[in-house]
């Protein structure tokens, strides 16, 4: 971290991120969602703090203790973290998507609690919106915009996709399944942008979040 900007190359900075998964109701007392742990996006957050930045976080539900220095903002469902985040991310040095958000939430929660009537169930869902590539098209577009693409094939060409059509600077892919990524303190990511892949090899993800903000600190001085 104490690279070319000694201890603290994100002073002055302010970073927004999202982490966690999201939670789309399905009735008041059920909800789908998925198995996104949240510390991919709790690691950078406290790497980033630690960096000098001003860090704002934006997470769904997790089991995790608020890395020191950090502003946190709870949110439940897609709609929620998408409007949180247009509401923190503008003007910001970094905005980076580390949350798993739900692609599709019910059309419209049960009023009531859905009982067990017939034998099969049939749920309407509709696309929530994309957080990141509205936070990407936003007036006071952040300085860099920053995704991450959790794949189980064909990794570098899905995020290479996301990379362009989301309007990212950068995208940090990575392989998920056979116990890789979720709810591993493990990972290995490969950073794709316009010009340039590189790969940060296997490494815890404290490790990942202080290299991953070390080249952003970097791109930043050179904007
Ligand atoms: N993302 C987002 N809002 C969404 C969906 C995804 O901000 N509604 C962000 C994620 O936080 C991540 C990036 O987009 O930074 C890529 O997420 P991913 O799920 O891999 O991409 P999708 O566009 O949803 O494509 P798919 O799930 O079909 O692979
Ligand atoms: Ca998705």
Same mark, same amino acid.
């Given at each position: 971290?104490?690279?070319?900007?000694?201890?603290?190359?994100?002073?002055?900075?302010?970073?927004?991120?999202?982490?966690?998964?999201?939670?789309?109701?399905?009735?008041?007392?059920?909800?789908?969602?998925?198995?996104?742990?949240?510390?991919?996006?709790?690691?950078?957050?406290? +790497?980033?703090?630690?960096?000098?930045?001003?860090?704002?976080?934006?997470?769904?539900?997790?089991?995790?203790?608020?890395?020191?220095?950090?502003?946190?903002?709870?949110?439940?469902?897609?709609?929620?973290?998408?409007?949180?985040?247009?509401?923190?991310?503008?003007?910001?040095?970094?905005?980076?998507?580390?949350?798993?958000?739900?692609?599709?939430?019910?059309?419209?929660?049960?009023?009531?609690?859905?009982?067990?009537?017939?034998?099969?169930?049939?749920?309407?869902?509709?696309?929530?919106?994309?957080?990141?590539?509205?936070?990407?098209?936003?007036? +006071?577009?952040?300085?860099?915009?920053?995704?991450?693409?959790?794949?189980?094939?064909?990794?570098?060409?899905?995020?290479?996709?996301?990379?362009?059509?989301?309007?990212?600077?950068?995208?940090?892919?990575?392989?998920?399944?056979?116990?890789?990524?979720?709810?591993?303190?493990?990972?290995? %990511?490969?950073?794709?942008?316009?010009?340039?892949?590189?790969?940060?090899?296997?490494?815890?993800?404290?490790?990942?979040?202080?290299?991953? %903000?070390?080249?952003?600190?970097?791109? %930043?001085?050179?904007?």
């Amino acid at each position: 971290v104490e690279g070319l900007f000694g201890p603290k190359p994100l002073a002055g900075k302010r970073l927004v991120l999202t982490a966690g998964p999201t939670r789309e109701p399905l009735d008041p007392v059920r909800y789908l969602s998925n198995h996104s742990s949240g510390k991919m996006g709790f690691a950078i957050a406290a +790497a980033a703090a630690a960096m000098g930045a001003e860090v704002e976080l934006i997470t769904g539900p997790v089991a995790l203790a608020t890395p020191a220095g950090v502003k946190r903002t709870d949110v439940g469902s897609a709609l929620e973290m998408h409007a949180a985040a247009l509401e923190l991310a503008g003007g910001c040095d970094i905005f980076i998507g580390c949350a798993a958000v739900a692609d599709y939430r019910p059309v419209a929660a049960n009023e009531h609690k859905i009982k067990k009537d017939g034998d099969t169930l049939s749920v309407e869902m509709v696309k929530n919106p994309d957080i990141i590539s509205d936070v990407a098209a936003m007036a +006071a577009r952040p300085a860099l915009v920053v995704g991450f693409a959790a794949e189980t094939r064909d990794v570098e060409q899905y995020a290479k996709g996301k990379l362009a059509r989301k309007g990212l600077d950068l995208i940090a892919a990575n392989a998920v399944g056979n116990g890789l990524a979720f709810g591993t303190d493990d990972n290995q %990511l490969t950073l794709i942008s316009k010009d340039q892949t590189q790969v940060l090899p296997q490494a815890s993800k404290a490790k990942l979040a202080e290299q991953l %903000l070390a080249i952003l600190a970097n791109r %930043l001085s050179e904007h």
